[in-house]
């Protein structure tokens, strides 16, 4: 991120924080029951309820959620929340993809989002993906 000029490091934070703020929200949103949890029908249906059958599942995927979030809204630890929330964020995009259109929009956001942070932060990946 050290390469990029004033006006993209800004952009990058901005972009950042909605995305933290985004992933913070709807983990607080989950844990407080702030939202009511609107009817599925089918298959969507079905997948819902096998994840709360499982109990743990989604609870897991929130704290995740809100830990990289507060991590993209503080700045701090960066590299890892990317490697932690990609496979969420591909999980969103594809719920929306198959069987919740209504909400792409906002799902697209957050795996484009997420790969532009890698992007922005490819740098500190290279020892990661080094072959000995």
Partial sequence: MEK???????SVIVLRSLLGF???FGSI?????????????????????????????????????LICGISFLSGRYITLSNIVIFPISVNIL???LFHLPEGLPVAA???????????VYRDNYRTLLKAK
């Fill in 109 to 119: 956001f957050v795996f484009i989002s997420n790969l532009i942070m890698v992007y």
């Fill in 29 to 65: 949103a989950y844990f407080f029951k702030l939202f009511p949890e609107p009817e599925h029908t089918g298959n969507v249906k079905t997948m819902i309820d096998g994840f709360n059958a499982s109990f743990y599942i989604m609870p897991i995927v929130k704290v995740i959620e």
């Fill in 22 to 24: 985004l992933f913070a």
């Fill in 4 to 10: 990029l000029n004033k006006t993209w490091k800004i």
């Fill in 94 to 96: 594809c719920i929306h």
